[in-house]
């Protein structure tokens, strides 16, 4: 059911950089979408979106993006505060799909 081959590690960590980058992104995006949905906030699986989802994506022209994009002479604008809400919206579910998610001890994994 489990075993050793089960595991994979994590990409990458953050810097504290990248970090500084993610948390300006996350404020720029909450304060984007407060303007249309007040009782907006960065909950739990909205906050680990911010960081585990590709930088790129919040970069302009991107999905999780607020800033325009600027591309040979046209300005593409960002998502509306509805779809990039939707967008971090739809991962909710996937969070909270495993309530209880199984207990390892370290003898399992052998």
């Known amino acids: 059911m489990y075993g050793?081959?089960?595991?994979?590690?994590?990409?990458?960590?953050?810097?504290?950089d990248e970090l500084e980058e993610r948390q300006e992104y996350a404020k720029q995006l909450e304060?984007?979408?407060?303007?249309s949905f007040r009782e907006f906030r960065?909950?739990?699986?909205?906050?680990?979106?911010?960081?585990?989802?590709p930088i790129r994506?919040?970069?302009p022209g991107q999905v999780f993006s607020v800033q325009p994009l600027g591309?040979?002479?046209?300005?593409?604008r960002p998502a509306s505060s509805l779809e990039l809400k939707r967008n971090l919206?739809?991962?909710a579910p996937f969070c909270k799909h495993c309530k209880n998610p199984p207990i390892f001890?370290?003898?399992?994994?052998?």
């Open 4 to 16: 050793a081959g089960c595991f994979s590690a994590p990409d990458h960590l953050l810097s504290l």
């Open 71 to 76: 591309h040979n002479g046209v300005t593409y």
């Open 42 to 53: 960065l909950r739990a699986e909205r906050a680990s979106t911010m960081l585990l989802a």
């Open 31 to 35: 304060s984007y979408i407060k303007r």
């Open 57 to 59: 994506h919040f970069r």
């Open 105 to 110: 001890r370290i003898g399992d994994m052998s």
């Open 89 to 91: 919206d739809g991962i």
